[in-house]
């Protein structure tokens, strides 16, 4: 799909802007799609000719129809597509025959069905690669945009929105009405608006980066069933926000479908696909929201106001509850409430009656008319410590809620600082929401919401958003000696590398190992601890033997020749005792890493991010607190530190509790080498390092024990 | 207040059903308090007489009006006074001597505003005691009855409310003209309307009594900023709780206003008032809402449907990704989709059309009209499996939506399961959320939320509610005893006690200390390791040496007279060269508790909610994770094993990760008898016994080092 995406970027332009428009498939029957979508077009004053095809009749809403599209003497820009999904793939043939490039697949029947509707979508797939032709869909509600230099309603939807510049994907159609609906009733307008359904041709990373360019859209909404190549969406995302500085929202449904998988390693138990894809939102920059109430809560602060550039706000109130409400929501969310300067406090001593309260939040008091609004505006307004202005009012016997609105239209008019306000209570406020929403003042019904939607914008600004192109190379790894281990144990049918081949994997990518040995008799072993230094540990490495603690395979701090012998023999006698059949490769001997404290590093795969990196403090930490954090490979050494910082466990690592502070540049460099290696390597299913440990500062950390599970499927690409 | 509690219940039954009111302070002006009260009142149909009362006016709105209220020759059972504060107080000595019992005053300017506020306020509690009048108020609303036997809206709000079965009380009068807009325009009704201001004489406490027995109430809603009383108001709420089932659910600001406070213990330093807050409404069985609107979406779902048994639940939807979200949310607040019957499979299969999803969620498909709604339904509700049957809409092209809202109000009239419906978008779903309303459907406008009332619902159901009254008492306390050490050291102006002295005080509650003996020197000391046996732990006493351990005035692991003698020695030259002026009151020599689990038990007061009890496990879980649990004072033994399994660390002493099973009996033991000590004796300030170790099962567990806190400023009660 990606290689098609240069020839998307053109053919988009005219899904969004085409001079003129094939309705395939329109007939005259009010209530049907194909009725409705010709109905739209003609409705929204659509600034283009459109042309009916329909095998049927001669004209539909006093328009002449084609039988064809073929039969269209005109050059035809974008094709929608409303034939049952059964003759779309003939109807395509056509529109490829005729040079049209782009098209809009409205029908459904296709891979939502399974069986034959997963051919057919593989047919008209190929049908569009043939011709160069982009589509939208199949399976959707169609396409709007609001820019009149085109003004096209594409869509089977009930309405026409607004313009505005927030942008909307959607991969469910039926959501889209209840999107439109709710929208409409509170005056929020779209730039584009698009349904994308099955997204078998184009879609949602093409739909991005066409919307980044996009002059109409300032912020761009998302909901998403399911991601198909997470990797490409976060770098999408990435370029978008780096590149135009334009926020993206998505709300990620199918949270709790799939539990964690069963899985052979800490990583793989622990890292469900729900926390996976919340991991990697927040990598990329992209606002995950809860619902679509909160969503567009958030958008309307990006769209209509400026984003403050520090968290201290005013909160003016007619109502002591709400105003102790915000502020309660405002210091949760991280925002702060602004120390007037002395100058305001005395204006609004001077001008408001002395029960108001003067500080903030602002009490205008209960019988306040808009005069009273109008100075607490503008003070707050004026005062150079405050950033952002919260307006909340209640409906009391006195309240001028319609002026009031006006007011506040009016004064912040007069800066650039942003505004927002919360009405409470419905229909007695009704009018001066209306006054707001016009007038492009975010407006929430709770203060609450308030808070949360701008601390949301206000972290975004503050957060640094990089193209995810910062990330650390180490041009001393081994990749084709890491490589062909892996093959050869995928070659092996092996299922998992004992540690001693781990470990040279991990050598190979410059993670920190002791020197080690694999010694094959008791002399080799005692050879080994002798020309290394005591206290020496000892593992039977074997690839029947899965837990080798409990067989009695694994000996510590053995501090002489002696006891090395001794140990050896205790081994093999175990082994022969408790598990006669096993194969031994031979017995690792190293050198035994001093104390220190014990991390888990490990690496998992994802069917939509693929390389899942998992870090967190061993023991308790992970089992009983699951105080552990997630990135999508590659990482930066930002985000390696993240990662780290991310667990309250780390405190521990930072000398916590009189702790010894503990070499974090050096866990932070094993993140990034792992990283790397999980990158390279597709051949490793799923890798636990556990534990790492990881010594004071400046002496390093090494892998103490590991296990790399081996995928059968894949080869290096 | 209590005292006055029996006077209140008779006098708050003619606060709401008075046969005659007099408005005293009414006058002709609209658009002024004291017009718009007998305005309301007219308006609504008040089912009794009205007088109003004013000094200048002959006559208000066709009604003779009276010079003084004791001009008036009928009785009047409701005094309403919307006077100046600073004539309040001779009014209601009038109503006072007129007999009236019961009384609104609606007139601000009392405790509010401090000063001669606050005089004018105690001013007029000490009429009402003279009288034994009750009052709601002053600085209030009014109050509102929607109850046709009385129909009174003795209030300045905006709008008389629908009648219903909920119960709203609030300390703002503000808020409440926002609550009634607000569900007025949702068809939400109440029974009782109530701005209870100052609270200076009726509480919240007397009017949860009041509404446990109201026939008319189901849920009580409440605003609340200042929790006065905490103790009472846990009290008041598992009675209700217990002995009439109606939920209580606040909405409590001022969460965030005060930080925790500087505290010389970690369970002064850990325990903020907001969390002390929550831990003392989830115990008292309240529900605690984050904002208006989850209290109203919670509220409807109590008062307009049957609880449901299960948590299994059909979701009904004509939209797939709505579906999808709804599921999630679902299954994260903890309810299930049940698994269909073949049964009903088999009817959705023959009738539904065959792109619809017959298994839970069942998805009608885009273009359902109400015929299929009515399927789905109707197959829900009769499947045993089904609880509770959720239906979801958006408003797509061929939805009849006030249809298919009448096929849910009329198919689920037939069951005794609840239901509830999410129909999405705004206004052109608007009629059929009005026919939904209007049969007392519960409607949310996301999915997301309607989950999360119903999880809510379920769960209060599932929850035991008990009075509060299953507190062991331990015979065996010798309370004079701690008393007495207690009252000796707050005497001597003592900040703390030192350990030796604590140790007595645990001793006299049955806590489980080991025997000690404070030595005064090197030969006692040795005498007393003798007799009791080796290892042995010695601590230097000083009320002037808070750090022992810094000074090396601690020695643990003493396995000998010898020992002890050099430790001693060692410990009085260390004390002497760091701290040469400190006061040596001994040493203290015990036996060392075994190895174990450290965990740490505390106390602190609160000033609403008094004796607030912490349990943690020692160490990083609580430095670091802050994992504690709180409970109010006194706790009952489910109480106490509930502290224990809330804390995520507590699966160290269950046997998590292979380590010996603790003694939790024994810790839950101490937990309550720590409880009764801190009920018992006011003295404690704050209390830390740091840490308790709890050895294996039933080898108990041992106060291993501790500090009280003395309070000078109480006495024993």
Chains 1, 2 share one sequence.
Not at 483 to 507: G, M, S, W
Request: net charge negative; proline share 5%; aromatic share 6%.
């Amino acid at each position: 799909m990606t290689s098609k995406s240069g020839i998307h970027e053109k053919n988009l332009e005219k899904i969004f802007y085409p001079d003129s428009v094939a309705i395939i498939g329109a007939n005259k029957v009010r209530g049907t799609v194909p009725h409705d979508i010709l109905d739209n077009i003609l409705k929204a004053d659509f600034n283009g000719i459109v042309f009916p095809v329909s095998p049927k009749e001669k004209f539909i809403a006093g328009i002449k129809a084609y039988k064809y599209v073929l039969d269209i003497e005109d050059p035809v820009d974008l094709a929608i597509l409303v034939f049952p999904a059964s003759v779309c793939h003939m109807a395509l043939e056509q529109c490829g025959q005729k040079g049209i490039k782009s098209a809009i697949i409205i029908s459904a029947g296709f891979k939502e069905v399974g069986g034959e509707g997963v051919e057919r979508e593989n047919q008209i797939k190929a049908i569009a690669d043939k011709y160069g032709l982009s589509f939208i869909g199949p399976n959707c509600l169609g396409v709007i945009n609001t820019d009149p230099q085109s003004r096209i309603n594409a869509s089977f939807a009930r309405k026409m929105p607004e313009e505005g510049s927030i942008a909307f994907l959607s991969q469910s159609g039926a959501l889209c009405t209840a999107v439109l609906d709710y929208a409409q009733a509170k005056h929020i307008g779209f730039s584009k608006f698009i349904s994308f359904g099955n997204k078998a041709d184009i879609s949602e990373i093409d739909l991005l980066y066409y919307l980044k360019d996009d002059p109409k859209t300032k912020v761009i909404l998302m909901y998403l069933e399911e991601v198909s190549n997470g990797n490409a969406l976060m770098k999408a995302a990435r370029d978008v926000i780096a590149g135009s500085g334009k926020p993206i929202l998505i709300l990620k449904s199918g949270r709790t479908s799939e539990g964690a998988s069963a899985a052979a390693s800490h990583t793989g138990s622990l890292a469900g696909s729900d926390e996976i894809c919340a991991a990697a939102f927040r990598q990329a920059g992209i606002i995950r929201c809860s619902d679509i109430e909160e969503m567009f809560n958030i958008a309307i602060a990006f769209a209509y106001q400026p984003p403050p550039n520090t968290n201290n706000i005013a909160i003016i109130t007619n109502a002591g509850g709400p105003g102790v409400l915000a502020t309660d929501a405002a210091i949760h969310d991280g925002l702060k409430l602004a120390t007037f300067a002395d100058k305001t406090t005395a204006i609004l001593k001077k001008n408001l009656p002395r029960t108001a309260n003067i500080n903030n939040p602002v009490d205008v008091i209960g019988d306040a008319r808009a005069d009273r609004y109008n100075i607490a505006l503008s003070a707050a307004f004026d005062d150079p410590a405050v950033e952002a202005v919260f307006v909340i009012l209640t409906p009391q016997s006195m309240t001028e809620i319609d002026l009031i609105a006006r007011e506040v239209a009016k004064v912040s008019s007069h800066y650039d600082k942003p505004v927002y306000a919360s009405f409470m209570g419905e229909a007695d406020v009704q009018e001066g929401i209306e006054v707001l929403q016009r007038n492009k003042i975010p407006h929430y019904p709770l203060p609450e919401d308030m808070c949360k939607a701008v601390a949301t914008v206000y972290k975004f600004h503050q957060e640094k958003h990089d193209a995810g192109d910062n990330i650390a190379s180490f041009d001393d790894v081994r990749i084709d000696n890491a490589r062909a281990i892996l093959e050869h144990a995928a070659a092996q049918n092996e299922p998992f590398l004992t540690e001693d081949t781990a470990l040279k994997v991990f050598a190979a990518y410059g993670l920190p190992v002791m020197e080690s040995y694999l010694a094959t008799n008791q002399e080799e072993a005692v050879q080994f601890a002798e020309k290394s230094s005591y206290p020496v540990v000892m593992k039977v490495m074997s690839q029947d033997i899965i837990h080798k603690y409990d067989l009695g395979g694994v000996a510590l701090d053995l501090k002489s020749a002696t006891e090395v012998e001794a140990a050896y023999n205790t081994m093999m006698n175990n082994i022969r005792t408790r598990q006669p059949d096993a194969n031994i490769k031979g017995v690792l001997v190293r050198k035994m890493i001093p104390k220190g404290q014990e991390v888990i590093l490990g690496v998992k795969r994802d069917p939509s991010f693929n390389s899942v990196l998992m870090f967190g403090l061993g023991g308790i930490f992970v089992e009983v607190f699951r105080d552990v954090s997630f990135r999508i490979a590659p990482v930066s050494e930002r985000e390696a530190c993240a990662m780290i910082d991310e667990t309250k466990s780390s405190a521990l690592l930072k000398g916590a509790r009189g702790q010894a502070i503990r070499d974090i540049p050096a866990v932070v460099e094993a993140i990034q080498r792992l990283s790397q290696l999980a990158c390279d390597c597709p051949q490793i299913k799923e890798l636990d390092i556990n534990p790492l440990i990881v010594l004071e500062e400046g002496r390093g950390c090494f892998v103490a024990d590991a296990k790399i599970m081996i995928n059968h499927t894949v080869k290096s690409s």
